[in-house]
């Protein structure tokens, strides 16, 4: 029972108690003093000249009969002021709580446009102006996830269609398997797949689940690795890979394997917008940083687009005749997260990322690193 007892109650019968002791203080050490102190009152007197001899009994008997009429008369007034006192201050606490636990049930329902009032109390205007931010967080929490429900399955839907569409095809017998369907299908697949890796490592990066091994790396060293490793993927009349960056470059301090992961989805980015032209790794020293740059003269970003370029699940529309007439580039498409990760890798990492483009005429990926 003692445990289903509200606040306000709480708040009531201790403010009653703390009363109550101090009027028993009271009574106790007033009734033990007075006595003396007006028996030591008569006797100045009649130090003083007056004869009350005959009449001490009498005033003393008065004394404290007057004494315990004021008295009980002082307790019944103190404790009507005290409960009426302690009622209102224990009501002024609780209703602002009792507020936020009505306005929580609604947060917890999905209704976040109800916020907590301004509240006199300091201690509970610092609360109440917490629940409220609190509240603006979980609506925009709120409405990402369902953004990115329907993102996800927007982009799900896609190449399970395509997939199902062929196998009833197949089963049914309307169309015969070839190595171009077959071919389309597993490129579906692994569109999926890709979907699937982007998916698990965004909810890493944002959960802070990602562990770094911070150490120091030499650019110009990883260049010629990404150089190599995406030569091969580039057709004869596409993009050529070059890079321009100093030998005495000082290395960055980063962890390797992220740092990789940046620079393949730029590149590979860059490779699937710049059918023929050049792409460019660069880097440069600026203060107690460097600056790391991919540039490619592909079909660039349109001004309004830019800053929604590292958003989940954004693609440009800006893309150019040559690339909407080739299946190769829709089907090599990205996911639309692969420049929400890098953003966050690169912010893990103590850096910075940004991007110039110009319609037609490519586009500029450049993020910063710490010196190591």
């Known amino acids: 029972m003692r445990g289903r007892i509200g606040l306000q109650p709480r708040l009531f019968i201790s403010h009653l108690l703390v009363m109550i002791t101090g009027l028993m203080s009271f009574l106790v050490i007033s009734n033990a003093a007075s006595r003396h102190l007006f028996s030591g009152h008569l006797e100045e007197l009649e ?13 003393f008997d008065g004394f ?19 409960a009426g006192l302690s009622y209102w201050i224990a009501q002024r606490i609780t209703q602002p709580l009792n507020q936020m636990e009505r306005i929580a049930r609604q947060f917890a329902a999905g209704r976040f446009n109800e916020q907590v009032p301004t509240n006199t109390i300091p201690e509970l205007a610092r609360l109440g102006n917490s629940f409220n931010r609190m509240a603006v967080s979980l609506e925009d ?33 309307r169309m015969e398997p070839t190595l171009e369907t077959y071919d389309l299908m597993v490129r579906e697949t692994r569109r999926l797949e890709r979907l699937v890796n982007h998916l698990q490592e965004l909810s890493k990066v944002e959960a802070g689940h990602l562990t770094l091994n911070l150490q120091p790396i030499n650019v110009l060293s990883l260049f010629d690795l990404l150089i190599q490793q995406f030569s091969g993927q580039v057709l004869d009349d596409g993009p050529v890979l070059q890079m321009d960056c100093s030998k005495t470059l000082p290395p960055v301090l980063a962890d390797r394997d992220r740092l990789e992961q940046i620079l393949i989805n730029l590149v590979g980015n860059a490779i699937r917008h710049t059918p023929h032209g050049s792409i460019t790794l660069s880097a440069r020293e600026d203060s107690n940083h460097i600056w790391i740059a991919v540039k490619d003269t592909g079909s660039g970003i349109a001004a309004d687009e830019l800053p929604h370029v590292f958003e989940r699940f954004w693609r440009s529309r800006s893309i150019s005749s040559d690339e909407s007439q080739s299946s190769r580039d829709r089907y090599a498409r ?4 692969g420049l929400a990760i890098t953003k966050r890798l690169v912010e893990l990492q103590g850096g910075h990322i940004d991007v110039e483009s110009q319609l037609g005429k490519g586009s500029t990926f450049r993020f910063s690193l710490p010196i190591a």
């Open 47 to 59: 130090d003083a000249g007056l004869i009350i001899r005959s009449t001490r009994l009498a005033l």
């Open 334 to 337: 990205g996911t639309g997260i």
């Open 141 to 173: 929490v709120e409405m990402r996830r369902r953004e990115l429900v329907g993102e996800v399955t927007h982009e799900l839907r896609t190449p399970l269609t395509i997939i199902r569409g062929y196998l009833e095809e197949f089963a049914n017998q």
């Open 64 to 82: 404290q009969a007057a004494w315990h009429g004021s008295s009980l008369l002082a307790i019944c007034v103190g404790t009507l002021a005290a």
